[in-house]
């Protein structure tokens, strides 16, 4: 029996803007789809932040025991500097400005983006499709919806009509628009444009001469529109309907709308049944976000090379502070914020330490199944991290009280409290355990420091203080070896 079949998980589901118990296509399998990053820069922590959000969600859907395909795009050609199709392509213009070639921006920034990830301990999805390698299934879509007239051709360039398209289905179901408001707010074309109406969105754009990123197709030499690619990638590789679609706040106008209207016009059914929207991270009382400049890398946190921080941070701290807060609320990065975190994740990390020195007893003085099914209820609602760490505290005070013996344990319930802990807090929350390592470190620098000493005994001609260092450090398992560059330690 699987997790899944006890736990009724409920996700909150923006297109009814409701929390719905999950249930999926295909029992026991999971398809979930979410926009990747657009590869013409450093991916900075508004934007890991998305990622992470739903690695929680990847981490306990695999939990609960579903079999989940987890399918996210990278972004290498298509997406203009803005969302009215106009604008150069972002990659094409990183490329013209440092005078490389296009793909060497999108594999610069893509081995960027997979370290930053790495380094927050993310799992990498099953599938990582690019848009330029779906340029074929992209120009078929757009052949589907020409020939069932929602699109049309100007100038080698082809554009959907979503006036049209909004006579028999809502252009707008998703971020809850209308497009009589939108009609009204928008500013009249200004003849330069080829769009009949300025809601039309490109399926396919005509390169200009100068443009190095193009591809040929029925209409012109050219490229995808940008919301094309992931309708043709999520459907490729999950099928017309699939369960769950996830991507940033910001994306679910016009980027998510847009791939209803694709989907529901080629395969005459709603493309998704879960649409999740992970909140932003917010920066100096704004959005965190690379147009306006207010933004941190992730290494620059790591590093303490910024000028917000008072120090160096490193990825478990930031990625507990990421998971203190619910996915779908705004959450404000400060120094003050991280430095909290920082000091819960240790705490928590210094419980999970002292967990091999508890001894156990004949009873437990706390339930430990109610207060694990708590920990599955707080993830079961919509994934509410912060209510699971809450209930993880609550477990580690009582480590704490163990450990000085003011509460008693059993063994049995010893075990289901130690494996629970590690399940939620490295499989489920991501966290890794920093303390081996620093510990690792300290002794290190204890060994350098008895050789300092060493060093100092035989300058000193004291051979047999010298010499006590070495055996006694290799009685120990640590191999001293004399070398022109001074001496270096290996252990056995
Ligand atoms: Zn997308």
Same mark, same amino acid.
């Given at each position: 029996?699987?997790?899944?079949?006890?736990?009724?998980?409920?996700?909150?589901?923006?297109?009814?803007?409701?929390?719905?118990?999950?249930?999926?296509?295909?029992?026991?399998?999971?398809?979930?789809?979410?926009?990747?990053?657009?590869?013409?820069?450093?991916?900075?922590?508004?934007?890991?932040?998305?990622?992470?959000?739903?690695?929680? /969600?990847?981490? $306990?859907?695999?939990?609960?025991? =579903?079999?989940?395909?987890?399918? +996210? %795009? #990278?972004? *290498?050609?298509?997406?203009?500097?803005?969302?009215?199709?106009?604008?150069?392509?972002?990659?094409?213009?990183?490329?013209?400005?440092?005078?490389?070639?296009?793909?060497?921006?999108?594999?610069?920034?893509?081995?960027?983006?997979?370290?930053?990830?790495?380094?927050?301990?993310?799992?990498?999805?099953?599938?990582?499709?690019?848009?330029?390698?779906?340029?074929?299934?992209?120009?078929?879509?757009?052949?589907?919806?020409?020939?069932?007239?929602?699109?049309?051709?100007?100038?080698?360039?082809?554009?959907?009509? /979503?006036?049209? $398209?909004?006579?028999?289905?809502? =252009?707008?179901?998703?971020?809850? +628009? %209308? #497009?009589? *408001?939108?009609?009204?707010?928008?500013?009249?074309?200004?003849?330069?444009?080829?769009?009949?109406?300025?809601?039309?969105?490109?399926?396919?754009?005509?390169?200009?001469?100068?443009?190095?990123?193009?591809?040929?197709?029925?209409?012109?030499?050219?490229?995808?529109?940008?919301?094309?690619?992931?309708?043709?990638?999520?459907?490729?590789?999950?099928?017309?309907?699939?369960?769950?679609?996830?991507?940033?706040?910001?994306?679910?106008?016009?980027?998510?709308?847009?791939?209803?209207?694709?989907?529901?016009?080629?395969?005459?059914?709603?493309?998704?049944?879960?649409?999740?929207?992970?909140?932003?991270?917010?920066?100096?009382?704004?959005?965190?976000?690379?147009?306006?400049?207010?933004?941190?890398?992730?290494?620059?946190?790591?590093?303490?090379?910024?000028?917000?921080?008072?120090?160096?941070?490193?990825?478990?701290?930031?990625?507990?502070?990421?998971?203190?807060?619910?996915?779908?609320?705004?959450?404000?990065?400060?120094?003050?914020?991280?430095?909290?975190?920082?000091?819960?994740?240790?705490?928590?990390?210094?419980?999970?330490?002292?967990?091999?020195?508890?001894?156990?007893?004949?009873?437990?003085?706390?339930?430990?199944?109610?207060?694990?099914?708590?920990?599955?209820?707080?993830?079961?609602?919509?994934?509410?991290?912060?209510?699971?760490?809450?209930?993880?505290?609550?477990?580690?005070?009582?480590?704490?009280?163990?450990?000085?013996?003011?509460?008693?344990?059993?063994?049995?319930?010893?075990?289901?409290?130690?494996?629970?802990?590690?399940?939620?807090?490295?499989?489920?929350?991501?966290?890794?355990?920093?303390?081996?390592?620093?510990?690792?470190?300290?002794?290190?620098?204890?060994?350098?420091?008895?050789?300092?000493?060493?060093?100092?005994?035989?300058?000193?001609?004291?051979?047999?203080?010298?010499?006590?260092?070495?055996?006694?450090?290799?009685?120990?398992?640590?191999?001293?070896?004399?070398?022109?560059?001074?001496?270096?330690?290996?252990?056995?």
């Amino acid at each position: 029996m699987e997790l899944y079949e006890t736990n009724q998980l409920k996700i909150y589901n923006s297109l009814n803007k409701s929390k719905e118990i999950f249930k999926p296509i295909v029992e026991g399998n999971v398809g979930m789809y979410v926009c990747g990053p657009t590869v013409y820069s450093n991916v900075h922590l508004g934007n890991v932040r998305t990622f992470m959000s739903f690695d929680l /969600v990847f981490r $306990y859907l695999k939990q609960l025991g =579903y079999k989940v395909r987890y399918v +996210r %795009n #990278i972004t *290498d050609a298509g997406h203009l500097e803005n969302d009215a199709d106009e604008g150069e392509d972002r990659i094409a213009k990183k490329a013209r400005l440092e005078k490389i070639e296009p793909m060497e921006v999108v594999q610069r920034y893509t081995v960027d983006f997979h370290e930053t990830l790495k380094k927050v301990n993310n799992l990498p999805p099953s599938i990582e499709p690019t848009a330029t390698g779906h340029i074929v299934e992209q120009i078929e879509i757009i052949k589907d919806i020409l020939d069932k007239g929602m699109a049309y051709e100007v100038n080698g360039s082809v554009y959907f009509d /979503v006036l049209k $398209y909004n006579e028999t289905e809502h =252009y707008g179901i998703l971020s809850g +628009r %209308n #497009i009589e *408001d939108s009609i009204q707010n928008t500013r009249e074309l200004d003849g330069q444009s080829e769009k009949k109406n300025p809601q039309d969105f490109a399926l396919w754009k005509k390169a200009e001469e100068k443009h190095i990123m193009r591809w040929p197709s029925p209409w012109s030499d050219g490229f995808p529109g940008w919301h094309l690619e992931c309708t043709a990638m999520s459907t490729k590789y999950l099928g017309e309907t699939f369960d769950i679609h996830g991507g940033g706040m910001d994306l679910k106008f016009p980027h998510h709308e847009c791939e209803i209207a694709q989907s529901k016009v080629k395969n005459k059914v709603n493309p998704v049944n879960y649409w999740m929207h992970a909140n932003m991270l917010i920066l100096n009382g704004q959005k965190m976000a690379k147009s306006t400049g207010n933004y941190i890398l992730p290494n620059e946190i790591f590093t303490g090379e910024n000028n917000i921080l008072s120090k160096a941070f490193s990825p478990s701290a930031t990625r507990f502070f990421m998971m203190q807060a619910h996915y779908r609320s705004v959450l404000d990065f400060s120094n003050d914020a991280l430095e909290a975190a920082e000091k819960g994740y240790i705490k928590l990390m210094e419980a999970l330490n002292k967990l091999d020195n508890i001894e156990t007893g004949k009873e437990s003085s706390i339930n430990i199944s109610d207060w694990k099914q708590r920990c599955y209820d707080a993830m079961n609602d919509d994934f509410n991290s912060p209510v699971l760490i809450a209930n993880l505290f609550e477990a580690v005070k009582y480590i704490n009280l163990l450990v000085e013996k003011k509460e008693t344990i059993s063994a049995p319930d010893f075990e289901e409290l130690k494996n629970t802990m590690n399940t939620f807090v490295f499989d489920v929350l991501g966290l890794q355990n920093n303390s081996e390592q620093n510990a690792c470190d300290k002794l290190n620098g204890v060994v350098e420091m008895l050789i300092n000493m060493r060093k100092e005994a035989r300058d000193n001609r004291d051979w047999a203080l010298s010499d006590k260092i070495r055996d006694e450090l290799a009685s120990r398992g640590i191999q001293l070896k004399d070398g022109k560059e001074g001496t270096t330690f290996s252990i056995n």
